[in-house]
């Protein structure tokens, strides 16, 4: 099984809308935009990502991690009250139970495994609101590798908790005092890091962004939550196939591995949802699909909130992960080739959702989750229909913002 995969990587024609052609491209959107500085860093990756992932060692000690330590395979929860609600059938995959509480670890133990066999002993990362730094540092504790994360002055003072996650972890916190002291900045460090450390350091991203081969590595790694699903689907319902596929979208890591088996599988509608913020013409917005235009941000061409002179937009989501003016090139594919539907959630609509399903499910769900549940109020169901919602993390680090509502 796992040289099949390596076979179909090297032989496919490139007209699937999993694989980017050899330059990272998903039609118009992907490649690599990046300094001169970093090419060796890049390119050294971009030679290696698909051998060292396929082999057979690194695919047993992946597998067995995500098993041991993550918790995988995650359940795939049949939701009854939400299904008879909405008149169809509604299955919930939960990344929420991973460990960490969210899907982003599946990717940090992925490229954890691969810096070492590349001879890497430490690890830079960036984060906005710390939920991928966190990930970060449990893996770099977890195999005792130095752990640098690059953090917005702002960010580090609005996102205490997990800045604590990350010490008691073992990590080391650098602020990044530019600019607008947020995200962006984070990244322009990060990347600044890189190139003065070529040798010894791996750049541990944490979404379908950045430079080839990033999106497509990271895709990969995530890729577990559709091949889990496919199967469960297979001995719940006979058939491996849903109807509909809904996940929230920032980047679009969690989107990407629930949808990521079921690309090229035309039957099955696959709906990224967006945030709309104060609503997708406020001002206050992050649906990057519907006002973003071609741009190059953190190192690949993907659709980008902008002005007419190309200044990146301050975006703004009532969740810390949807909050980013750029979407991965997969998804700009997909939104761009009509092969994906994207719908966009207002933050209070979002926060309804949040409620509502834990009144519901009894699961409290991420604020960034909340948003690929009230999509179902968008949607035309029946109940024929098999719907998989992912459920891409647990809500208790969205505590205080439940709290000011109630
Ligand atoms: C970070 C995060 C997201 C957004 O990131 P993607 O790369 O788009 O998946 C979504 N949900 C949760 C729970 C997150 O922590």
Redo the contacts with the bound molecule.
Sequence with gaps: MISEATLEVKETVYESFQNPNAQGYYGKFGGAYIPEMLHRNVEELKAKYLEIMYEDSFQEEFQQLLTDYVGRPTPLFYAERLSEEFNTNIYLKREDLCHTG???INNTIGQILLARRLGKTRIIAETGAG??GVATATVCALKGMECIVYMGEKDIERQAPNVARMRMLGATVIPATSGSKTLKDATNEAIRDWINNPNDTHYII???VGPHPYPDMVARFQSVISKEIRAQLLEKTGSELPTHVIA????????AGAFYHFLDELSVQLVAVEAAGHGVNSGMSAATSQLGKPGVLHGSKSLVMQTEDGQVVEPHSISA??DYPGIGPMHANLYKSGRGTFLSVTDDDALAAAFHVSKTEGIIP?L??AHAFSALHQMQLTPKDTVVICL??RGDKDLATYMKVM
């Design positions: 969210a899907h982003k939920q991928h944490g979404s379908v929230c979208v920032g980047g679009g890591s969690n989107a992960g949807l991420a960034e989750t891409s993390g």
